[in-house]
């Protein structure tokens, strides 16, 4: 079990730049949940996928934002035109489809917005 | 809608002592219930989970947590804190007919175990 890796860990960009960042899943985990998380604040959902299918998005999911799992396996998330306010910790997580199984996270891509 | 409180910012404790990080929770259905830990510029780490059956639960790293219906709390337990327990304690939340599975998080326990 290798874990969910996310790349870059750390991404500095000015504002009005466009950012990518990847999430690889647990190998075996069909399901992959993306999460914004501010200082001092937990987790807020912004959207899952099941396989390549985006099921769910959040209403913090602006039209700046977008989600792709193409293949089913690793996942990538876009920001364009990024603002100061998108500055925060962007944490990927994987489960098994099973509704009892827990979220497995990555340790997460920290986005700052000079 | 679902929420979860963690009405503490911060808990501190000796070594050795017993702790409690407490949560509660509000959802519509039935609750899934989590305990996560975060240990700085690290993800979160699954600790412990309710979903049906017995009241107290048993996790990873002698944490346990005891799911209250009637007051529907889920509070985080252990008997004898570590220094290295020191972190970031999240619970959170999802309701048993959301297919989805996201979860709600609460905004978090700073733990604090001093020597």
């Known amino acids: 079990d290798t874990g969910v890796s996310q790349d870059p860990r750390h991404k500095i960009t000015k504002r009005g730049q466009n950012v990518t960042f990847r999430c690889d899943p647990i190998s075996e985990h069909n399901r992959l949940y993306w999460y914004r998380q501010t200082l001092g604040q937990g987790p807020e959902f912004l959207t899952y996928?099941?396989?390549?299918?985006?099921?769910?998005k959040s209403r913090l999911l602006s039209d700046r934002f977008s989600a792709e799992r193409p293949k089913g396996s690793f996942s990538t998330l876009e920001i364009q035109r990024t603002e100061q306010g998108d500055s925060a910790m962007y944490l990927c997580?994987?489960?098994?489809?099973?509704?009892?199984?827990?979220?497995?996270f990555g340790d997460g891509t920290r986005l700052s917005i000079l | 809608a679902q929420s979860v409180a963690q009405p503490e910012d911060q808990v501190n404790v000796a070594e050795g002592n017993p702790l409690t990080v407490k949560c509660t929770y509000s959802v519509s259905g039935n609750p899934y219930l989590f305990w996560y830990v975060q240990y700085p510029n690290r993800g979160l780490q699954f600790l412990l989970k309710y979903i049906t059956g017995d009241n107290l639960v048993k996790g990873s790293y002698g944490f346990e947590a005891e799911f209250n219906k009637s007051q529907t709390s889920f509070h985080l337990k252990k008997p004898s804190a570590l220094v290295s327990d020191s972190a970031l304690y999240f619970c959170?939340?999802?309701?048993?007919?959301?297919?989805?599975?996201?979860?709600?998080f609460g905004q978090g326990t700073e733990l604090s175990v001093k020597p």
């Open positions: 996928f099941q396989n390549e299918a985006q099921l769910e």
């Open positions: 997580a994987s489960s098994l489809t099973s509704e009892n199984q827990p979220q497995h």
């Open positions: 959170a939340v999802r309701e048993s007919a959301n297919q989805g599975g996201k979860l709600i």
